[in-house]
């Protein structure tokens, strides 16, 4: 009898230890690890760039990492350059310092270039652009808009400049400073004018107008065509 649970108890362990081996990935290789880490890294901070991470390992790279032998990646570099690191630690030895693993990053995305000069304030049309693909590194900030007859310029640009985020300001958005329509709603009786927006704001939004010869503001709501509409 006792030879009996002896043998369930070692059948029950054996299946116990069975599942835990093979629940447990493979590990990956150091380098392996840091550059599938520092992927998806960059993938979160970019959705719409495509990629390229080479390894740059070197000789006194390879004799660090042989110095441990399993690793786990601590962290990775945030901002985005052609050149990044991952910071890898050892596991299960005090004995053996954190490893600092580079990478070269080559960062692509869609983006728009300018086929002429374009003014601020009027939105762009499909046939004021061409698509390119952009190096995001060397071009940081650009627009990858699908629609760019959604925006306008926020100041003039040259032809050939391909667009950045900085660059411009929903079509249906007022500016500081932007010259505006106003018109002044008190039941049936509405006036209209013209001033300067003194800040920014999309329909729905709040804006404060200078109006000519008037010391003091109005202030009233976005609408859709970029007029602002004042009530009492």
């Not at 652009?129 to 003039?156: G, N, S, Y």
């Amino acid at each position: 009898m006792a030879t009996s649970s002896n043998s369930s108890m070692r059948i029950a362990g054996g299946a116990l230890l069975f599942a835990a081996s093979t629940a447990l990935a493979a590990p990956l290789a150091p380098m392996a690890a840091a550059r599938d880490a520092l992927e998806r890294s960059l993938k979160a901070k970019c959705p719409p760039c495509t990629f390229e991470v080479r390894e740059d390992a070197d000789a006194a790279t390879e004799r660090d990492l042989a110095a441990a032998p399993q690793w786990t990646v601590k962290s990775t570099d945030t901002a985005l350059r052609r050149r990044m690191t991952v910071l890898l630690e050892p596991v299960g030895t005090a004995a053996v310092r954190a490893a600092r693993v580079g990478f070269t990053v080559e960062a692509h995305a869609n983006a728009w270039k300018l086929l002429h000069a374009a003014d601020p304030g009027v939105p762009l049309r499909a046939e004021d652009v061409q698509a390119v693909t952009a190096d995001a590194i060397a071009e940081p900030d650009l627009a990858a808009v699908p629609d760019v007859a959604l925006w306008r310029p926020t100041r003039p640009l040259p032809e050939g400049r391909v667009l950045r985020l900085s660059d411009l300001a929903a079509a249906d958005s007022v500016l500081r400073g932007d010259l505006v329509d106003v018109r002044l709603q008190a039941g049936a009786v509405a006036l209209e004018a013209r001033g300067t927006a003194l800040n920014a704001g999309k329909p729905g939004e709040l804006v404060k107008v200078a109006l000519p010869g008037r010391r003091d503001t109005v202030e009233g709501t976005v609408t859709a065509d970029r007029r602002i509409l004042v009530r009492p």
